[in-house]
């Protein structure tokens, strides 16, 4: 396409005389490029979010679920529905048995509605071993002790609170050896947690620790667990530990054949590389289904630009009449198209990098460790998608401009 400035100056002149016609017409545009934008951005976004709440959970830890995972997809522990496989030994015969590993942490879990006097606070209480501020990094305690192992190992009836349920019931006193009722069972408070936030898409803070085996027997009437999580000594192959994890958890269940396992060892960077894998292709698949829009705009583009010929027909039998060439005409109504798509282009990056950071704004204020994230690859996409819909739709209105014949351009009404 040869660039003629004049034909520049007469395009931005007729542009400007419709100027809503002109918006309206980038509209689709606008959409298209904005939902591109704003899609993969939330993508990377929601990607970042996991990927952070993975890593503060900690690289050196080992997860064991209930129930076996295939290429198919995750345990079936993981989906809510109740496995029995795991109990309270396999998680110290996997402290026992393991020498890299420093210390397994076993979990039960179950809702609370706590009272203390007139106070009610509807949350959620967790049965851990005695050694899980061994394992979980970032729990603290604030004020007083936490569970033993002699109380983890017996029915006794005292509680660690996290702070939001503490401020909840207590505020600003003291709830060290105050008496509560978690569902009408009397507990002791002998300990209050840090404020930790949210790690592994849970608030830490509020939620009430309880012996492990108080919980189980007396608050759930369970014998299983719901997982154990084991913390890897510094400097050893995370991989190499699993697969012990592996072989002690299989003689545990009398298991020979892998295939038949019952469990499933995960490590976080594992999870890590799924997420990757997974989010990536969702991230590309919901671009493309975003960019149809595009085409929607780029159909509209080419209905207003054939308007635009017929409006112009007189106008183009006049300029070939006094020397005009047919590249002449198709340029005028090409650069038309790609002013309006590139302005559409524009505007949709703006506004969809402006949509995207409200976004994250918004998920940050609500907690939530979210990165404000603008890929290459959106910008990237966008662009080409731009330059592809404006040159795409506007060859046939300038195709068909530059091949009108100018005595019968001249005769039409």
Not at 202 to 230: E, P
């Amino acid at each position: 396409m040869r660039f003629d400035f004049r034909n520049y100056i007469a395009v931005t002149k007729a542009l400007k005389r419709n100027k809503m016609r002109s918006f309206l017409t980038s509209l689709g545009i606008i959409i298209g490029i904005s939902a591109v934008i704003i899609i993969m951005s939330v993508g990377s976004g929601a990607h970042s979010l996991i990927a952070n709440e993975i890593q503060g959970v900690g690289s050196d830890l080992i997860g064991v679920l209930p129930g076996a995972s295939d290429d198919e997809g995750p345990p079936a522990a993981m989906m809510g529905i109740n496995i029995t496989t795991l109990t309270l030994d396999d998680a110290r015969a996997v402290e026992r048995d393991v020498e890299e590993i420093i210390g397994a942490t076993a979990y039960v879990r179950g809702a609370a509605t706590v009272t203390w006097q007139n106070k009610v606070d509807d949350t959620s209480f967790v049965g851990v071993t005695g050694n899980y501020m061994d394992v979980e990094s970032g729990a603290d305690v604030g004020l007083g002790r936490f569970i033993s192992e002699e109380e983890a190992d017996t029915i006794t009836k005292v509680a660690v609170l996290g702070s939001a349920v503490a401020e909840e019931l207590f505020g600003s006193m003291n709830p060290i050896d105050q008496r509560i009722k978690i569902n009408k069972e009397s507990f002791r408070v002998i300990g209050l947690m840090k404020e930790r936030g949210s790690a592994s898409f849970q608030d830490q803070d509020d939620q009430i620790f309880i012996s492990i085996t108080t919980a189980q027997k007396l608050m759930l009437g369970i014998n299983h667990i719901s997982m154990m999580r084991a913390k890897v000594a510094k400097g050893s192959d995370v991989e190499f530990v699993r697969e012990k994890v592996k072989g002690v958890l299989r003689e545990q269940h009398d298991i020979d054949d892998p295939a038949e396992d019952d469990f499933t060892v995960t490590s976080s960077e594992e999870a890590l590389a799924t997420l990757e894998d997974i989010t990536g292709a969702l991230n590309y698949f919901l671009a493309m289904v975003a960019a149809i829009s595009l085409l929607v705009g780029g159909i509209g583009i080419m209905n207003i630009m054939l308007v635009s010929v017929s409006e112009s027909t007189r106008e183009i039998g006049l300029r070939k009449a006094v020397g005009a060439t047919s590249s002449d005409i198709s340029n005028h109504f090409l650069i038309q198209t790609i002013i309006l798509t590139a302005m559409g282009g524009l505007i949709g990056m703006i506004f969809g990098i402006f949509i995207a950071f409200i976004i994250s704004l918004i998920v940050n204020y609500l907690g939530y460790d979210w990165d404000f994230v603008i890929s290459a690859s959106s910008i990237i996409i966008a662009v080409v998608f731009t330059i592809v819909v404006g040159l795409s739709f506007g060859w046939y209105p300038a195709r068909k401009a530059a091949r009108l014949h100018p005595i019968e351009a001249l005769r039409y009404e």
